[in-house]
């Protein structure tokens, strides 16, 4: 997206001549096909780097963490979302940063496309106008629509548009409603399964990790200084391949990601063997809605509902 | 050196007969990703594969291996004494393993195997294994390995040497375990000096149409602790994306970094050696709270240095890389070691510049 | 193939609270098999992994010296989930110790020379192997000069108090106890810094005279430059670094700090190979 990325220099470049902050964080021109890497420019020299597409998959909100300094930090409607919900938990001041807001209309699943092509991708295009992607390399090229190999949590998304921002890179787009969208058909379609298919589809979709912890650290929730699969004393988890220990340390991390999830995808991205583990954070997620009427990150005054305690809570499925 | 052909119903027929005596694995589509299967009866490797997503290392060297285990019994006499379990290392043949995953096993024995100690668990199964390689002809862009010390029909580490010629391969029996395999399956259909020279045809059309390199010439005559202390240069911007995830270890061939863990069932100890990474911040915590790698620059430092410089100084024999691209295509953050190892080479420690470029 | 993975099995034969905080402890173990003594062979200066099976391994210099037979001692501060179950264990029990590892003292190097040996707090361990060594009648004519400055917190936290009596009272050797601080009025030693006492009591840094330093980084850190003051070269000064370990055999890549293992290359290295390495411990 050629005016995106156009608009972000422009942004950056302003930001770090006027002195409003000392570090502008985007993405710089990856080495490979349908990479970024994020990056932080300090000078104007290095905002010449930035670039913005549709593989900007990660979330830069990770990398704000507890960090003193002034920043300029360019956010997706779900990346902002995670922003606000650092500054809740006081991870990062409002006033530090300078959130420079990209309507976003969805992020290319890579896996989809590398398993589409016929061979290794030498070089990816997209057409703004048409709507379309194009792979090529070693005697090959496909087009395909970008709706058909977008992420899957983009395809669903109802927050494209950024929460939180300073300045807007674009018009904002239209967001899908609800009921377009149908965020959460998957995870009824598990719902709906026996216990029995239960076991063996959550057995099936864990069995290639490897407790690389990719999930966990590109995900800008997961901060604790000692997360719980490194302690030793006691240790709560083991830390070989053995599938009880896969599926507790999952299970847990979902569970910690519980009402503060924005489904930004990072995890799944970021995992290289490509394990869903959005099946988990998504069915927490459709709870605390359902349950608590809370989504997360929309705002920076409310508290969320499992840090907070008021009378009329629903209390049923406590047994 | 023999070399034979091997017609392609040959070449399946002749692993049927391989199998009463030995464990045969090769390449296997799952899902999106190719990976190395024990194959079952009947099951072909697929040698159209281009690479698998990790690498073979876990064949020889499985992520979680137990290697000792005892009694927790009061009433056993060898209560609390740790032993050896019993373990049968049964003879292997890795088909059409490449020839950059191939060389990393030399690289990683330099480690597993010295004067004066020896892992016992590494070199058995290293030693009952016969590598069957399969050469390349199409390299991926990401691919370096004739700048890092390897190459698309490399053979320094492989028992026989496959060249794909469209019905038939041509093969390169290099070593007694290679002729060994080769006559268990029945493979003996001789050629003359013409195969030979194919394959050395087929070897230069494969190393020219290597699209990515890296430049480490200078790498040994650098100095350690300048590049060490290259922090603005080097390695501020660079480990600022990393989110110590320790993808590029896991799918690294030639990274062998292990941890120890003692786990309790029931009545039993058990000892059990996991694959780990230098990226994890727990790996230098002493128990006093100390960390001399506290941050993610240090540790991402720490990787690529022993990598390009540790090795090549240590061993005298190249960097610790075999240019098969994994890391680069599966950094979630596209860190890319062709572009830290370009830096190193040609940082200058008088100007504290070096070129960025990545190939 | 010798697997170098497989403990020793031993018998902890007796436990000595060092300390008044109970934090030190120095445990004396036997080998079940008589054959693996001989086996440990060791010297001064090198460590081992007390391998408690089901819970871990930690790795720790050994406390006695290659001339004390039948038994090895080894002196375990408690800090983490290993070493708190070592301490609570009881003589008779049962568990491994792998070893001897790592490098030792450079003893050939100095033989024909004055050594003068400084220790801070808990990392005398291995010092007092190479002390008793060097005390020893086979081997106290190989050395000239011997100095040792040993200094804890306070009293109650000096490790070996019985045997650091002893040597203060032999003329062979010259000993300087100090403590932090001490409100105990019958305390006979220095009081001070173990930096302050090495710049008062050691002997100047000529080509005849090494240092071993062995003791925690801040004593470390303001020892150096006494020694520097007093002349010694940065290759006869020589330390011992600790690590986090795990396999000790310089394998598993943990310890390792530049293209060194601690725990193979090391743990002693001399101050002019430390300054050529990455500052990563």
């Known amino acids: ?319 | 050196m023999k070399v034979i052909k091997i017609d392609k119903n040959e070449w399946a027929s002749g692993l049927e007969k391989l199998r009463s005596a030995y464990e045969l694995i090769g390449p296997v589509k799952e899902k999106f990703y190719h990976a190395f299967q024990s194959l079952e009866s009947g099951q072909q490797p697929d040698m159209d594969y281009i690479n698998t997503r990790v690498s073979p290392k876990y064949v020889i060297y499985p992520q979680s291996e137990l290697i000792l285990e005892c009694s927790l019994n009061e009433n056993d006499e060898d209560y609390k004494i740790y032993k050896e379990p019993e373990k049968e290392y049964k003879a292997k043949a890795i088909l059409g393993i490449r020839p950059c995953d191939a060389d990393s096993f030399s690289l990683v024995r330099r480690n597993f195997d010295t004067e004066e100690y020896k892992d016992p668990y590494w070199l058995r199964a290293y030693e009952s294994t016969t590598f069957v390689g399969l050469a390349c002809d199409q390299p991926c862009p990401t691919c370096f390995c004739s700048s890092a010390g390897s190459g698309p029909y490399s053979d320094s580490n492989l028992d026989i040497l496959l060249a794909d010629n469209g019905d038939h391969y041509l093969a390169r029996l290099l070593t007694d375990k290679g002729e060994k395999l080769a006559e268990a399956a029945g493979w003996s259909q001789e050629t003359g000096e013409e195969a030979d020279q194919q394959i050395d045809q087929k070897k230069q059309e494969a190393e020219s149409a290597i699209q990515s390199s890296v430049n480490t010439d200078k790498l040994a005559s650098q100095s350690l602790l300048d590049l060490y202390e290259a922090a603005d240069a080097i390695w501020e911007k660079e480990a600022f994306s990393c989110i110590n995830c320790g993808t590029c270890t896991f799918v690294c061939p030639t990274c062998w970094c292990f941890d120890v863990q003692d786990e309790v069932s029931g009545k039993k100890g058990y000892r059990i050696r996991n694959w780990d990474s230098c990226m994890y911040p727990l790996f230098t915590m002493h128990a006093s709270g100390h960390n001399p790698r506290g941050t993610k620059v240090d540790r991402l430092r720490q990787r690529f240095m022993h990598k390009l410089k540790y090795y090549v100084d240590k061993y005298e024999n190249g960097i610790q890389c075999t240019g098969c691209g994994r890391c680069v295509q599966l950094c979630p953050v596209n860190i890319d070691i062709r572009r830290i190892c370009n830096m190193l080479n040609s940082y200058d420690p008088e100007s504290c510049t070096c070129e960025v470029t990545a190939s | 193939m010798v697997n170098p993975y497989i403990p020793y099995p031993v018998r902890i034969d007796e436990i000595k609270t060092e300390t008044e905080d109970k934090s030190l402890k120095t445990f004396k173990f036997v080998f079940l098999n008589p054959e693996d003594e001989e086996k440990f062979a060791y010297r001064a200066g090198q460590f081992a992994e007390l391998s408690i099976p089901g819970l871990g391994e930690i790795p720790i210099g050994i406390a006695s010296s290659p001339v004390e037979k039948g038994f090895v001692k080894f002196t375990v501060f408690k800090t983490g989930k290993v070493t708190s179950h070592l301490h609570s264990m009881k003589e008779g029990d049962i568990m491994g110790i792998r070893g001897p590892l790592g490098n030792w003292y450079p003893w050939d190097l100095l033989e024909g020379k004055n050594v003068v040996i400084i220790g801070g707090g808990f990392a005398f361990t291995t010092l007092r192997s190479s002390i008793i060594y060097m005390l020893d009648p086979e081997n106290r004519k190989k050395f000239k000069d011997i100095h040792v400055i040993y200094g804890a917190r306070s009293p109650g936290m000096l490790l070996y108090k019985e045997e650091l009596e002893q040597w203060a009272a032999r003329d062979d050797l010259n000993m300087h106890i100090t403590v932090d601080g001490t409100d105990d009025p019958e305390w006979k030693h220095h009081t001070g810094f173990v930096p302050t006492i090495t710049e008062q009591e050691a002997p100047a840094g000529t080509e005849d005279t090494y240092a071993i330093v062995c003791g925690p980084p801040v004593m470390i850190k303001f020892t150096q430059p006494v020694l520097d003051k007093l002349g010694y070269t940065d290759d006869r000064i020589i330390m011992s670094l600790e690590n986090r370990m795990k396999c000790g055999i310089g394998m598993c890549g943990r310890c390792n700090i530049g293209k060194e293992f601690v725990c193979k290359d090391g743990p002693v290295f001399t101050l002019r190979q430390l300054n050529q390495t990455p500052k990563e411990y």
């Open chain 1, 1 to 319: 997206m050629k005016s995106y990325t156009d608009k972000i220099k422009e942004i950056a470049k302003r930001l770090l001549k006027e002195d409003k902050v000392d570090i502008v964080i985007g993405y710089r021109k990856g080495t490979v096909p349908l990479m970024h890497q994020p990056f932080f420019a300090t000078s104007e020299g290095e905002v010449d780097s930035f670039v913005w597409d549709s593989n900007c998959g990660l979330n830069l909100a990770n990398y704000i963490t507890d960090r003193k300094e002034r920043i300029g930090i360019v956010a997706t409607g779900c990346n902002s979302r995670n922003i606000a919900v650092h500054v809740v938990e006081g991870k990062i001041q409002r006033d530090q940063l300078y959130i420079i807001g990209v309507p976003c209309q969805g992020m290319v699943d890579r896996h989809k496309l590398a398993a589409m092509a016929e061979g290794n991708i030498a070089s990816v295009e997209e057409d703004e106008d048409k709507g379309t992607i194009t792979i090529s390399g070693q005697g090959f090229s496909k087009s395909v629509d970008k709706a058909e190999v977008l992420q899957e949590n983009c395809s669903i998304c109802v927050h494209r548009n950024p929460v939180l921002c300073d300045e807007l890179v674009a018009d904002e787009v239209t967001e899908q409603t609800r009921e377009q969208a149908d965020p959460y058909a998957r995870v009824r379609e598990i719902e709906a399964m026996s216990p029995d298919d239960k076991w063996t589809y959550f057995d099936d979709l864990l069995s290639d990790c490897i407790r690389c912890y990719a999930c966990r650290n590109a995900c800008p929730l997961c901060y604790c200084p000692q997360c719980f699969v490194d302690e030793s004393n006691p240790q709560w988890v083991g830390k070989s391949v053995d599938p009880t220990d896969i599926r507790t340390f999952h299970l847990l991390r979902a569970y910690h990601c519980a009402g503060r999830c924005t489904d930004c995808g990072a995890c799944v991205r970021s995992c290289p063997v490509g394990i869903n583990v959005r099946d988990f954070t998504k069915k927490l997620e459709k709870d605390c809605l359902e349950l608590y009427g809370w989504e997360a990150g929309l705002n920076t005054e409310q508290r969320p509902p499992l840090d907070t305690y008021k009378p009329e809570d629903p209390e049923d499925f406590i047994k």
